[in-house]
């Protein structure tokens, strides 16, 4: 089992940066790939972002330029550092765990932590 929490949402302005975290437990972080997701109201989970423990990262097009991912293995944490914060990207964030990246993409990861809400007001 991996147990997932995350931390840093909050209610900001647009323009504001958050850096979210997601501190994880259990087994041995180092052979999952960590990703974070988000959720709008009305949508469907989407992937954001991801990274191995090589610091591989996977973006999407939506992250790339404003978020970035990274995480930190002796602290067993990943991080989603947020810039240039616009109201469409209030949603709740959730991090997730798996050891294939494909899987984590598609959101079909067995590790999810409750997630984190971030609202940016205009």
């Known amino acids: 089992q991996v147990q997932l ?8 302005q647009a323009g504001d940066s958050l850096r979210l975290s997601c501190a994880a437990s259990g087994r041995t972080f180092n052979n999952y790939i960590m ?7 009305g949508k469907e989970r989407a992937f954001v972002a991801a990274v191995s423990w090589g610091n ?3 973006d999407t097009d939506s992250a790339k330029g404003r978020f970035t991912i990274s995480r930190d293995n002796a602290k067993n944490t990943v991080y989603l550092q947020m810039n240039s914060l616009k109201p469409e990207d209030t949603a709740v964030y959730y991090c997730a765990a798996d050891r294939v990246v494909a899987r984590l993409r ?4 067995a590790y999810w932590g409750q997630g984190t809400q971030v609202t940016v007001s205009s």
């Open 5 to 12: 929490v995350e931390s840093g949402g909050g209610l900001v």
């Open 35 to 41: 990703g974070w997701f988000r959720q709008a109201p």
């Open 56 to 58: 591989t990262t996977y």
């Open 106 to 109: 598609l959101g079909r990861s």
